[in-house]
Antibody, heavy 115, light 107 residues
Framework: EVRLVESGGGLVKPGGSLRLSCEVS????????MNWVRQAPGKGLEWLSS????????YYADSVKGRFTSSRDNAENSLYLHMTRLSAEDTAVYYCASGNTLDFWGQGTLVTVSS | DIVLTQSPGTLSLSPGETATLSCRAS???????LAWYQQRPGQAPRLIIYGASNRANGIPDRFSGSGSGTDFTLAISRLEPEDFAVYYC?????????FGQGTKVEI
């Protein structure tokens, strides 16, 4: 069974940092591009970042470029999103999703940016 | 960036009816690289259609996708109670990947 489990969300103050993790099981992580997508409360889906299977290529949405960093550890079956200089506009549920077509999704982790 | 515009914003239907959702792109979507996702309340999105017309694993044949270029359609026939949800289109043929704003299918 394919599973993606995000963790690391929580309450953080404006200007703060947070690192999200996504642990996968049921498939070979090293074969797939992976992605981060977020959803602000009551809003639609926003693609944030995609990282190739060997981390050779990493792409970011303009809204997070320079503040967020994607990485992965295939040996640990894990994907990471390091977020810095957070603002209220970053408050959202953050999802990791697999493959170019976002075949499978985690359940999401909530990040709340508030003082 | 390719902007995807979904219409209508909300579709009010009854079980058993057919839903027709539209996704229009501001530029041609390369290689029909267009997917549809379903999101039920409180749940993560789920892939239902990829490559414009291919059903994902486990998706019933009541769901069908069509289109190419800039105009794409998701049709859901014989609506079941569990089909009432928000549907998003997404293009993955060009960077940055982009989502439409969503269509809510409600009873």
């Amino acid at each position: 069974e394919v599973r993606l489990v995000e963790s690391g969300g929580g309450l953080v103050k404006p200007g703060g940092s947070l690192r999200l993790s996504c642990e996968v099981s049921g498939f070979t992580l090293s074969r797939y591009w992976m992605n981060w997508v977020r959803q602000a409360p009551g809003k639609g889906l926003e693609w944030l970042s995609s990282i190739s299977s060997t981390s050779s290529y990493i792409y970011y949405a303009d809204s997070v470029k320079g503040r967020f960093t994607s990485s992965r550890d295939n040996a640990e079956n894990s994907l990471y999103l390091h977020m810095t200089r957070l603002s209220a506009e970053d408050t959202a549920v953050y999802y990791c999703a697999s493959g170019n077509t976002l075949d499978f999704w985690g359940q999401g982790t909530l990040v709340t940016v508030s003082s | 960036d390719i902007v995807l515009t979904q219409s209508p914003g909300t579709l009010s239907l009854s079980p058993g009816e057919t839903a027709t959702l539209s996704c229009r792109a501001s530029q041609s979507v390369s290689g029909s690289s267009l997917a549809w996702y379903q999101q039920r309340p409180g749940q993560a999105p789920r892939l239902i259609i990829y490559g414009a017309s291919n059903r994902a694993n486990g998706i019933p044949d009541r769901f069908s996708g069509s289109g190419s270029g800039t105009d794409f359609t998701l049709a859901i026939s014989r609506l079941e109670p569990e089909d009432f949800a928000v549907y998003y289109c997404r293009q993955y043929g060009s960077s940055p990947r982009t989502f439409g704003q969503g269509t809510k299918v409600e009873i």
